[in-house]
Every structure is written in C-alpha cells, then in structure tokens.
C-alpha cells in the first residue's frame, strides 16, 4: 500500500529552469494538494484539486502550475525557478469531503541555484 | 500577526514526562482542529483531529480545544524517545483543507 508517492526526492535547479514535481496517490482520494514547507512558516498552500479536471490556487500559487488529468496523479510544475522557490515541498491527498484529514508524500527537497 | 501561533521550541524533556503543545489563534470561524507529526525528513502525519470545543484522547495523546480562549493544546503522558518529532497545528473552517492553516511546528525530543 504505498499511499501518496512523490519523485524525486532531491532536485536541483539554476534559476530559470523549469521542472515538473510528481505526485501520485493510490487511495483513490478525490482531495489533492501541494505544499511547500520553508523554515519558520509552517506548511502554506501551493494549489489543490477537489478532482479530475478541477483546480484552484491556494496561499501562495505563483510561479507553479498543477493540472489534473485523472484522480491519481497531481503533478506541479515550476515554469522558470527563481531562489526563492528553494524549498521543501509536500504532497498530501484525502479522502474526507472536507479534506482536512491528509495524508502526506515525503516530501522533495528542492534547491534553486 | 499570524492567524496560528505556535512555539517553535525546541523543546527538550526526559522520558516519562508530560508534555504539554500549544497553539493559540486569531480566526473565530476556524472549527476544526489537527495535530500532525513530522519525523526528520519525512512527511507529516494526522495524529489528532478533532471538531469544535472539547477533549479527545487516543492512547498517550489527549488533544483539548478551547474556542473561548482560541487556544489548542496536545498533551503526550509518559513521553518516549520515539516521540521526537515536529509537532505541527493545524485548523480550519467550512471550507476544510481549501483554507487550512498550519502552525510552524514545536521540535520536540525525549531524552532517554
């Protein structure tokens, strides 16, 4: 049972580059997030799907992009990666209507050079 | 000022003791209320949830919530070097994990 899986778990980049961060859950969750966690601000959210073909942007969207093309897979890209998107970042997925009760990928650590 | 307030810590204690983790907050319409658990370099874990004002309690965790103070706490009885973690809050209202807000997490270890 491998729940919520995310690839790679290092990644590092030059500023300007752009990349795609995977994320894949196996427990048919309609609920998907990305979270990205930086020291001494907690988790703050990226973008999120409540499905298929549904998205919105969360806290702090700018300079990623997500899309949901099927009910496991909730891939973020970055599209040019500045310093500042140096990061921690989480996957998380539910499967309560509200979606509060996630569970979380571990994680991939991503540095902008 | 934050929504969430929660103390960074580090918090250091010997096995066996209590331990007391709080967060204070700001928004009167948040009603539900998370404990996550965050291993060194791993993602976080739901430890604790629960709804509205009250006590929940799940073997050594007891969560309280208290909506008058706006002012959560998780308490860990009989604590174990196993318990060394991050210990993140989180809260939300109606609109659920849409406007989830977390704390910035208390690092925590037990000593043996």
């Known amino acids: 049972n491998a729940g919520v899986t995310q690839t790679p778990k290092f990644q590092v980049l030059k500023t300007g580059q752009s990349m795609t961060l995977q994320c894949a859950q196996d427990?048919?969750?309609?609920?998907m997030s990305w979270y990205r966690q930086d020291p001494g601000m907690g988790l703050r959210l990226i973008h999120y799907?409540?499905?298929?073909?549904?998205?919105d942007q969360g806290e702090v969207p700018n300079g990623y992009n997500v899309s949901r093309s099927t009910t496991e897979d909730f891939p973020l890209r970055l599209l040019s990666a500045a310093p500042s998107q140096t990061s921690v970042y989480f996957c998380a997925s539910s499967g309560d209507r509200a979606g509060e009760k996630l569970f979380f990928g571990s994680g991939t650590q991503l540095s902008v050079l | 000022q934050k929504e969430v307030e929660q103390d960074p810590g580090p918090l250091s204690v010997p096995e066996g003791a209590i331990v007391s983790l709080n967060c204070t907050y700001s928004?009167?319409?948040?009603?539900?209320f998370m404990w996550y658990r965050q291993y060194s370099r791993k993602g976080p874990e739901l430890l604790m949830y629960t709804y509205s004002s009250g006590n929940k309690e799940d073997g050594r965790f007891t969560a309280q919530v208290d909506k008058s103070s706006k002012y959560i706490s998780l308490f860990i009885r009989d604590s174990q070097p196993s318990d060394s973690a991050t210990y993140l809050c989180a809260m939300s209202g109606i609109q659920g994990a849409q406007k989830l807000v977390f704390g910035q997490g208390t690092r925590l270890t037990i000593n043996p």
């Open positions: 427990m048919n969750h309609e609920y």
């Open positions: 799907s409540v499905g298929a073909g549904i998205t």
């Open positions: 928004n009167s319409a948040f009603q539900y």
